[in-house]
């Protein structure tokens, strides 16, 4: 089990190198004075981010879930020959969401666009998001994944993980190891 979260957590890492790069793009098309956000892809959420940021300057990101289930998953190689057989990557996904623009087709209510977003993905996938907000800047965070059986449970957002290291002088290796514990030689996995 931790091999394949393991395997999993690399391939999402990857998976950005080895696929098309234009299913990573969330679609705003404006009409009159409403806009129509459209995304399908691997990673929604940053891509919904990442589009939210490079058109309108709102400071946001996104967190991806842990990816347990298979079902949750699609075989790469079929859609990219020069990748290995059998190498997965996170589903393809997505949702619209229709908001109000302002005249210079900007959203009116960002915080009401955005809590639009992580409703509609709420109820469009197996996951489930929360939105956070700090000086700023905007995050859409798992709350909620599949385990390897396919069953909803809650998860702990990697940012949400307290981490303490005891004050001390250290070689920076050690330091690593204290925020990444081992164990039998394998990185111990929630």
């Not at 998976?15 to 009159?32: F, L």
């Not at 289930?69 to 589903?91: H, K, Q, Y």
């Given at each position: 089990m931790r091999y394949l979260i393991r395997t999993l957590t690399i391939l999402v890492a990857i998976s950005p190198a080895a696929v098309p790069q234009i299913s990573d793009v969330a679609q705003i098309e404006r009409h009159g004075d409403h806009a129509v956000l459209s995304v399908k892809t691997f990673r929604p959420l940053?891509?919904?981010a990442t589009s939210l940021e490079s058109q309108f300057g709102i400071a946001a990101s996104a967190e991806d879930p842990v990816f347990q289930f298979r079902g949750d998953m699609m075989d790469i190689s079929l859609e990219v020959p020069?990748?290995?057989?059998?190498?997965l990557v996170p589903a393809r996904w997505g949702f619209d969401v229709?908001?109000?623009v302002n005249r210079d087709g900007?959203?009116?209510?960002?915080?009401q666009l955005l809590a639009g977003i992580v409703a509609e993905a709420n109820v469009r996938s197996a996951f489930a998001?929360?939105?956070?907000e700090v000086s700023g800047a905007f995050f859409?965070?798992?709350?909620?994944?599949?385990?390897?059986q396919g069953r909803s449970i809650a998860m702990t957002p990697l940012l949400d993980r307290p981490v303490t290291i005891a004050p001390g002088i250290r070689r920076i290796?050690?330091?690593a190891a204290l925020?990444?514990?081992?164990?039998?030689?394998?990185?111990?996995?929630e």
């Amino acid at each position: 089990m931790r091999y394949l979260i393991r395997t999993l957590t690399i391939l999402v890492a990857i998976s950005p190198a080895a696929v098309p790069q234009i299913s990573d793009v969330a679609q705003i098309e404006r009409h009159g004075d409403h806009a129509v956000l459209s995304v399908k892809t691997f990673r929604p959420l940053d891509a919904i981010a990442t589009s939210l940021e490079s058109q309108f300057g709102i400071a946001a990101s996104a967190e991806d879930p842990v990816f347990q289930f298979r079902g949750d998953m699609m075989d790469i190689s079929l859609e990219v020959p020069r990748v290995r057989p059998g190498t997965l990557v996170p589903a393809r996904w997505g949702f619209d969401v229709m908001f109000p623009v302002n005249r210079d087709g900007s959203p009116q209510n960002v915080r009401q666009l955005l809590a639009g977003i992580v409703a509609e993905a709420n109820v469009r996938s197996a996951f489930a998001y929360r939105l956070d907000e700090v000086s700023g800047a905007f995050f859409f965070v798992p709350t909620r994944t599949r385990d390897a059986q396919g069953r909803s449970i809650a998860m702990t957002p990697l940012l949400d993980r307290p981490v303490t290291i005891a004050p001390g002088i250290r070689r920076i290796n050690e330091s690593a190891a204290l925020m990444a514990p081992i164990s039998r030689g394998r990185p111990v996995c929630e």
